[in-house]
């Protein structure tokens, strides 16, 4: 579920990236943005970077981008496309292992005790 090795660094290439855009959304906000806004910016940032509800952090974060894009100059829509594209697929794929969601959620080791058959009686 949580893949690890090559593409889980792929994964964690793709959620710094994420929180990268959104860390520099945070410089495009305009000069009357509340600070609640910034603060929600940098929370969202460290969900990505940091893999802690990824879905759903990848969900907000599109919708984002997705208003930053329509008000943007046309410069710099393709950077934004791409910016979704990415994010998108960071929320289909998961996390990966190097990440909270899969300490969080990650399958677990059960041991389940072992019977002694020797003290069965006859």
Same mark, same amino acid.
């Given at each position: 579920m949580f893949p690890a090795?090559?593409?889980g660094i792929a994964l964690l290439i793709m959620r710094v990236a994420s929180g990268a855009m959104m860390l520099q959304h945070i410089c495009r906000l305009p000069p009357l943005a509340t600070p609640?806004?910034?603060? +929600?910016? $940098?929370?969202? /940032?460290?969900?990505?970077?940091?893999?802690?509800?990824?879905?759903?952090?990848?969900?907000?974060?599109c919708v984002i981008e997705l208003t930053s894009m329509v008000?943007?100059?046309?410069?710099?829509?393709?950077? +934004?496309? $791409?910016?979704? /594209?990415?994010?998108?697929a960071l929320g289909i794929l998961g996390p990966g292992a190097y990440s909270f969601d899969s300490h969080i959620f990650g399958r677990r080791v059960i041991n389940f005790p072992i019977r002694n058959k020797s003290k069965t009686p006859r």
């Open positions: 090795g090559t593409a609640v806004s910034a603060l +929600i910016l $940098i929370l969202l /940032a460290g969900a990505l970077f940091f893999g802690f509800l990824t879905p759903y952090a990848s969900a907000v974060s008000r943007s100059e046309a410069q710099l829509e393709l950077f +934004i496309a $791409i910016s979704i /594209a990415n994010t998108v």
